[in-house]
């Protein structure tokens, strides 16, 4: 496993290997900042030469390049810990599903409308069949003050990325998102759409299992 090794044991997915399950036969949308250089990159050539990048999508930049150089690579990195597969360096925990990308954020500002990007994504990811929806994005704080949503919107119903990420669920997507990084900010809560009870939210750990001292609370 590389450099994967820690993270997989620690979900007991060597198991889940072990045992032939690698996600033959599982779709998974990953909404995102971006993918730079994901489509030049050796870790992700088995997707590419197998059909398994079934859809690509940048809702950001309507004729934009989700691989492009200038746009972020957290989706890059993301989907590294599911689809890379390269022995030796690093291998994900699901290296035999198919990948849906797709760019919702625009990593240079922080503007409600990403929230309404999200939607659309999302929409996007249900309507090609996506079982699982996996996102790290986040939203509480905006560049504009007068976009900010109080903490008493973050009850898994008021947001719009929540009640997106609600709509997904409830027609079958499994949903799991990152917790977030803001713990020890003004901000130290997850966000939406984190918010979502009937979702997976994911907070951080070291090499330990130990709760990082930036995971979101």
């Known amino acids: 496993y590389g450099f994967a090794r820690s993270q997989i044991m620690q ?4 198991a889940l290997h072990e045992a032939g399950l690698t996600g033959e036969g599982v779709m998974i949308a990953v ?5 730079k250089n994901v489509n030049e990159m050796q870790a992700f050539t088995h997707l590419y030469e197998s059909g398994r990048i079934v859809y690509e999508l940048d809702v950001v930049d309507i004729d934009g390049d989700i691989y492009a150089y200038n746009v972020s690579d957290h989706g890059t990195s993301v989907l590294s810990t599911m689809g890379a597969y390269q022995p030796g360096l690093f291998i994900g925990t699901a290296p035999d599903a198919e990948y ?11 503007y ?6 999200f939607l659309i994504g999302a929409e996007a990811a249900d309507s090609i069949g996506a079982d699982v929806v996996n996102t790290s994005l986040g939203y509480s704080t905006f560049d504009d003050p007068s976009m900010e949503q109080p903490y008493s919107d973050m009850d898994g119903n008021t947001a719009i990325s929540s009640i997106a990420a609600k709509m997904m669920i409830e027609r079958g997507v499994h949903f799991v998102t ?12 997850v966000g939406t759409p984190s918010d979502v009870v009937e979702g997976l939210t994911i907070g951080a750990v070291d090499a330990n299992g130990n709760i990082a001292y930036f995971s979101s609370i």
């Not at 979900?11 to 060597?14: A, P, S």
């Not at 409600?112 to 990007?117: A, G, H, I, K, R």
């Open 11 to 14: 979900v007991n997915g060597n």
């Open 178 to 189: 990152s917790a977030g990084n803001s713990n020890g900010s003004e901000w130290p809560w």
């Open 112 to 117: 409600l409308v990403e929230e309404y990007n």
């Open 100 to 110: 849906a990308l797709i760019r919702t954020e625009d990593s240079d500002t922080e």
């Open 31 to 35: 909404i995102d900042a971006g993918f």
